[in-house]
């Protein structure tokens, strides 16, 4: 069984006057545990392709599967994505009100068997990413974007959730910092063996994954080499 397969996957998005055609006819498996990385320019549908997969978005023709799953058909959507979907981006549904330490905490309680150790856990995963001793108990509509990005990624290390996506984090962090945090995701994923998709242009994650998708003219291109942009160019 794949992790995600799409057949023949048409995605359409109309503006009320316009009709935007995102992919004609898509085609594309991911293996259970396969690190993949999703490069393509402006519009080309990376973020499409992630909401397909996560099922916050349905196809107009085709099928999308995960795990399986036909997306179409599945009902209790929410339901279905926390329990096998970390989806990373800059809005992750992450409670405000809360410090990255309570979030990461959240279905746990105090006292109860296991909260000790997860609080443990919790502090030294927020301490590998770089979040302060002062930052972890701090809400978050406190924090920057940058510690919220973070403290998403950090939730991933504590659910293990079989499939992982993330959508563009060098819109978020810095070059660098992108880098850095999405080595550590892939390090993690691959001893975990989750599945992760990244949305992403940084040529250094394509030589960190198992394999580049490309996103050209509403179709996927799947390359193994290190430079799969400027070959399907």
């Not at 924090?143 to 959508?167: G, H, Q, Y």
Request: with cysteine.
């Amino acid at each position: 069984m794949h992790a995600v397969e799409l057949k023949g996957v048409m995605k359409r998005f109309s503006n009320g006057t316009e009709l935007t055609t995102v992919f004609t006819e898509a085609d594309l498996t991911v293996t259970k545990g396969e690190i993949v990385v999703v490069q393509g320019g402006c519009k080309t549908g990376k973020t499409t392709l992630l909401n397909l997969i996560a099922a916050m978005t349905p196809a107009n023709k085709g099928s999308v599967l995960v795990f399986g799953t036909n997306l179409l058909s599945l009902r209790h959507r929410p339901d279905w994505r926390l329990a096998n979907i970390a989806f990373i981006t800059d809005d992750m549904s992450l409670n405000p009100c809360l410090s990255p330490l309570q979030n990461l905490l959240t279905g746990f309680q105090e006292g109860e068997k296991g909260y000790e150790e997860a609080s443990l856990r919790a502090a030294d995963v927020l301490s590998s990413l770089g979040i302060s001793n002062r930052d972890r108990g701090e809400c978050l509509e406190e924090l920057s974007r940058k510690e919220t990005f973070l403290t998403s990624i950090a939730r991933v290390f504590m659910s293990r959730n079989p499939l992982v996506l993330a959508d563009e984090p060098e819109k978020v962090l810095a070059d660098e910092e992108a880098h850095s945090a999405m080595s550590s995701l892939i390090r993690f994923a691959r001893k975990n063996s989750i599945t992760v998709i990244i949305a992403s242009n940084d040529r250094r994650l394509s030589c960190q994954a198992d394999r580049t998708l490309v996103l050209k003219n509403g179709n996927v291109l799947s390359y193994q080499n290190k430079d799969p942009l400027k070959q399907a160019e």
